[in-house]
């Protein structure tokens, strides 16, 4: 059974920091891209950031470019995504996801976790 399970959302102020993990398992995820896509209220799911199993391929959103930063251990079996200078705008429910690479994820996900809430208050 495939699971990915995502952990370290909540609320923070503007300008604040969290670390979103996804902890994934149940498939042989060997040369899988991860990523992350968010859903904010009113709005389509949309693709946030991917990175390729080496790692090295990375893919992101513009308007996160810079600031948040995705990277992943695949001897954990664990992706994250690290957001820094936070702003309201980036309030949503954020979701991992799996793909076969870095740039196929952004529209065709294979796998997606159940999501998480990130909040950023003003």
């Known amino acids: 059974q495939v699971r990915l399970l995502e952990s370290g959302g909540g609320l923070v102020q503007a300008g604040g920091s969290l670390r979103l993990s996804c902890a994934y398992s149940?498939?042989?995820?060997?040369?899988?891209?991860m990523g992350w896509f968010r859903q904010a209220p009113g709005k389509e799911r949309a693709f946030v950031a991917a990175?390729?199993?080496?790692?090295?391929?990375?893919n992101y959103l513009d308007s996160v470019r810079g600031r948040f930063t995705i990277s992943r251990d695949n001897g954990k079996n664990t992706v994250y995504l690290e957001m820094n200078s936070l702003k309201p705008e980036d309030t949503a429910v954020y979701y991992c996801?799996?793909?076969?690479?870095?740039?196929?994820?952004?529209?065709?996900?294979?796998?997606w976790g159940q999501g998480i809430q990130v909040t950023v208050s003003s």
């Open positions: 990175i390729s199993w080496s790692g090295i391929g990375t």
């Open positions: 149940g498939h042989t995820f060997t040369g899988y891209a």
């Open positions: 996801a799996a793909g076969t690479s870095v740039l196929s994820i952004v529209s065709r996900p294979n796998y």
